[in-house]
């Protein structure tokens, strides 16, 4: 399958009809004689390999009988001596139905179908004393796009309103599943990416990809992170509808750190390294201490606008440069500018208007014959890029799977210039 897409949960539970109910709350009393047992068979169906599993793991034994014995065991010993195995689900619930068994184990969606929910009731696992604190033990539902499919975006479609939370949703819940926190429905849904201006080249053709096959609208608008995150600031109740980003992937974690309560899971995608920039075989400048040299005109980031410069402030700030690069801003005749993005910094070197800039390594990739590198020696000089989710955002399924896009995008990110840090894929996305 190309993309998968989360519906419902279901547990098993231990089915009976209304008019025999055990009163158990443990399972020393489902497996006394002669209560019968119909069970799924371990080897032909997905609901006995989960339960055997599960209960294989709990001490089952009876006092002066074979304490080694698990819960699994007894069980699978009633339903040998009084009971049957069959190869579904539905078969079990049969069963139990009819009245040819007393007891059975089910999904529970089963007993919530009109076929059964008239006449059956389930126990969930965990109200039973021996499994109420053992892991839960629930099935996925999921709806797949095929790799093989020749029309994915209308299957994606299809795949989007089933999963949505106020269409196909709203059945799985009549029937006895857990949905997942589906996205809101749209025939073509539109989301706000919020992205820092470094990450422009690398992200790019991913989200072109993305939005060919889904058939969605991605509005990126690409700035500085100080920026995007004031933008953020100004948006009532963090509202997508009204302009808050759906995603927001930053420049570097300190700008996602400060508006972190309202963004839920991160992930660090990428890294790059804050470096000097100087004129093709230029000497002038050969370490930070020479930005306060007289003469030499310097570029950097406004620190409160896009996170170079915040980092560029704190790097400088370390090395008790700050507050002399400042005062020299000030001299009569001595240029150090300030830009709003990242974007913006390198150029000013190519042009020649100034002797030595401080900027991502990853900018220079496209001047590399007109400009020189001087590497910084600090601990300072990493730039870490997360991407995250809008905790208001009402299409999250759909960020997740463009997050799987970026995942595969290492080739993107490193021709640029980017260190790659997704070569273990992010389980909690």
């Given amino acids: 399958a190309k993309e998968v897409l989360p519906l419902a949960v279901q547990a098993p539970v231990v089915v009976f009809r209304k008019d025999r109910d055990p009163q158990a709350k443990d399972w020393e009393t489902l497996l006394r004689d002669p209560l019968r047992w119909s069970?799924?068979?371990?080897?032909?169906?997905?609901?006995?390999?989960?339960?055997?599993?599960?209960?294989?793991?709990?001490?089952?034994?009876?006092?002066?009988?074979?304490?080694?014995?698990?819960?699994?065991?007894?069980?699978?010993?009633?339903?040998?001596?009084?009971?049957?195995?069959?190869?579904?689900?539905n078969e079990v619930a049969n069963d139990v139905k009819i009245g040819a068994v007393d007891l059975g184990i089910v999904w529970s969606s089963t007993v919530a179908s009109p076929e059964y929910r008239d006449e059956l009731v389930g126990i969930p696992l965990d109200r039973l004393a021996e499994t109420a604190t053992a892991p839960p033990l629930a099935e996925q539902v999921t709806v797949a796009v095929l790799s093989t499919s020749t029309r994915p975006t209308e299957a994606l479609r299809l795949a989007r309103f089933i999963a949505a939370r106020d269409r196909g949703l709203?059945?799985?819940?009549?029937?006895?599943?857990?949905?997942?926190?589906?996205?809101?429905?749209?025939?073509?849904?539109?989301?706000?990416?919020?992205?820092?201006?470094?990450?422009?080249?690398?992200?790019?053709?991913?989200?072109?990809?993305?939005?060919?096959?889904?058939?969605?609208?991605?509005?990126?608008?690409?700035?500085?992170?100080?920026?995007?995150?004031?933008?953020?600031?100004?948006?009532?109740?963090?509202?997508?509808?009204?302009?808050?980003?759906?995603?927001?992937?930053?420049?570097?974690?300190?700008?996602?750190?400060?508006?972190?309560?309202?963004?839920?899971?991160?992930?660090?995608?990428?890294?790059?390294?804050?470096?000097?920039?100087?004129?093709?075989?230029?000497?002038?400048?050969?370490?930070?201490e020479d930005l306060l040299a007289p003469g030499v005109r310097v570029s950097i980031g406004e620190p409160n606008q896009c996170t170079i410069g915040a980092?560029?402030?704190?790097?400088?700030?370390?090395?008790?440069?700050?507050?002399?690069?400042?005062?020299?801003?000030?001299?009569?005749?001595?240029?150090?500018?300030?830009?709003?993005?990242?974007?913006?910094?390198?150029?000013?070197?190519?042009?020649?208007?100034?002797?030595?800039?401080i900027a991502y390594r990853n900018d220079v990739m496209t001047h590399q014959d007109k400009v020189d590198v001087i590497a910084i020696d600090s601990p300072l000089t990493r730039a870490i890029q997360p991407l995250s989710i809008g905790?208001?955002?009402?299409?999250?399924?759909?960020?997740?799977?463009?997050?799987?896009?970026?995942?595969?995008?290492?080739?993107?990110?490193?021709?640029?210039?980017?260190?790659?840090?997704?070569?273990d894929p992010a389980a909690k996305f």
């Fill in 39 to 89: 069970i799924s068979d371990p080897e032909q169906a997905a609901i006995g390999r989960a339960v055997q599993g599960l209960l294989s793991e709990i001490p089952g034994g009876l006092e002066g009988a074979d304490e080694k014995m698990t819960l699994w065991d007894r069980l699978a010993d009633q339903a040998t001596r009084l009971g049957v195995f069959k190869p579904t689900v």
């Fill in 391 to 423: 905790k208001n955002s009402g299409h999250k399924q759909l960020i997740r799977r463009l997050y799987r896009y970026v995942e595969r995008a290492e080739e993107n990110f490193e021709t640029v210039g980017f260190d790659f840090l997704l070569s």
């Fill in 170 to 288: 709203e059945t799985f819940a009549k029937f006895g599943m857990t949905p997942v926190e589906g996205d809101v429905w749209a025939e073509t849904p539109e989301i706000t990416f919020f992205c820092g201006a470094v990450n422009r080249r690398a992200i790019e053709p991913v989200i072109d990809a993305f939005q060919q096959r889904e058939g969605v609208v991605v509005n990126t608008i690409f700035d500085g992170c100080g920026i995007l995150t004031s933008r953020m600031g100004t948006i009532e109740a963090q509202n997508p509808l009204l302009g808050f980003p759906d995603v927001y992937m930053a420049c570097d974690r300190y700008y996602l750190d400060n508006v972190r309560d309202w963004f839920q899971e991160d992930v660090d995608v990428s890294q790059t390294e804050i470096v000097l920039v100087v004129p093709k075989g230029s000497d002038r400048v050969k370490g930070l």
């Fill in 311 to 357: 980092l560029t402030r704190r790097l400088l700030q370390q090395a008790d440069l700050y507050d002399g690069l400042k005062e020299k801003q000030g001299q009569p005749g001595e240029v150090v500018v300030e830009k709003s993005s990242s974007a913006l910094i390198v150029p000013d070197v190519v042009t020649g208007h100034v002797d030595v800039a």
